[in-house]
């Protein structure tokens, strides 16, 4: 009897041990492969894998396109104009995390040699002369501009674009990392990377969205950029590093309206590494941390500059009088709390001698505490090794 409790034993001891193997292999997860392309006209949803974008990737309004955390979709320069473009009335659902992030990069590892995640809207804008609506700037000759403050074009967390911001044929039509047209403040921006473009890493053309935790990083252009009189209020946590090719840290415009609102941005770190230099080259004098023009304004705290040593260069930089007279004194543009780590970088300035800047008291503060922003580093943040938050 002992023998045949102690063969009955050592049986089940074995089947569990089978079942335990058998378990763990059935739970290494499949990664998917295939191509992405075309317009997507119905809810379309792609499990973990591994993709390849071709061409001009549309979701159509009513449409939607959800992709699965830790997958890779790959862009090739060889396609031509490979983008990914949310139409009015679409919806994009990227919802990566920390560890497993949605990575959208390109073969060539160049650049400009695709044309990022383009988001469109109906949320307001104020363009040119205040017209309310205006056509897009991309290449796609699209309309953007409406009435719903609320728009919600989806969610986008733990998300990083490489190599993006192609110039298309026409050869003044870029695209950005990420462009945000009338973008709502119903759609979630979270934990956002530009990597390594070659226009802006982030730039908003009007609506109401607010983005949190960006990191915009070796972009050649302006890491954060807007116009079209954007005025998200619940900014936080946005980090640039320029290195070998920048502009501005921030360029900042409302298309020369005079207006009475401003968005808001608090915990900014804006640095730029020794050596880098404008995209136009030694021509264009860009190198400032922030650029204020055609009546740009804005609400921005907690802000930490380091790097904006070319000289002439400044923490912030008036691009022209009527911004001076109607933004600057008209008290529209704070600067709360900002720490210039530098001591050749001046706090401001405008362009020539034909008006000279002065902000009140109270709205340009220097600190000597502020840190800027506070991000947690993890595999969203590591681009072959290198951790992007210096």
Known sequence: MKKLIFSALAVALILGSCSSDDDESNNTPTVATGEI?????????????????????????????????????????????????????????LEGTAALPIVFTELSKVPGSWGGIILYGNAPIVGANSVTSATSEDGNQLPYGGTNDMHNGGILKYVRVE?????????????????????????????????????DGFEFYGGTVSAKNLISYGNFDDSFDW????????NTNWYAYQLNTGNFGMEVEC???????????????????????????????????????K?????????????????????VRIQDANTNTNQVNGGK??????????????????????????????????????????????????VDGVNLIQ
């Open 227 to 234: 116009q079209d009189g954007w005025k998200g209020q619940e």
């Open 163 to 199: 190599y993006a911001g192609k110039k298309l044929t026409d050869n003044t039509s870029e695209m950005n990392g990420f462009s945000f047209y009338s973008v709502g403040s119903g759609t979630v921006l979270e934990n956002l990377v530009a990597f390594k473009g070659a226009d």
């Open 255 to 293: 298309k020369s309206v005079n207006n009475s609102f401003f968005p808001k941005v608090s915990n900014i770190t804006l640095k730029r590494a020794a050596g880098t230099v404008t995209e136009g080259g030694t021509s264009a004098a860009e190198y400032d941390a922030i650029q204020f023009k």
């Open 333 to 382: 543009i704070k600067i709360l709390n900002v720490k210039i780590m530098d001591a050749a970088t001046t706090n401001y300035a405008g362009i020539g001698t034909t008006f000279t800047v002065a902000f009140g008291a109270a709205n340009f503060i220097n600190s000597t505490t502020a840190t800027g922003a506070s991000l947690t580093s993890g595999a969203w943040s590591i």
């Open 295 to 315: 009546e740009g304004n804005g609400e921005f705290s907690n802000i930490l500059i380091s790097g904006y040593t070319t000289s002439g260069a400044t923490a």
């Open 37 to 93: 392309t075309g317009d997507i006209t119905t809810a379309k949803t792609y499990p973990l894998g591994n993709y390849t974008i071709k061409g001009t990737v549309r979701v159509k309004s009513g449409a939607s396109l959800r992709i699965a955390a830790g997958s890779t979709i790959t862009a090739d320069v060889a396609n031509g104009a490979d983008a990914l473009v949310i139409e009015n009335g679409a919806q994009l659902f």
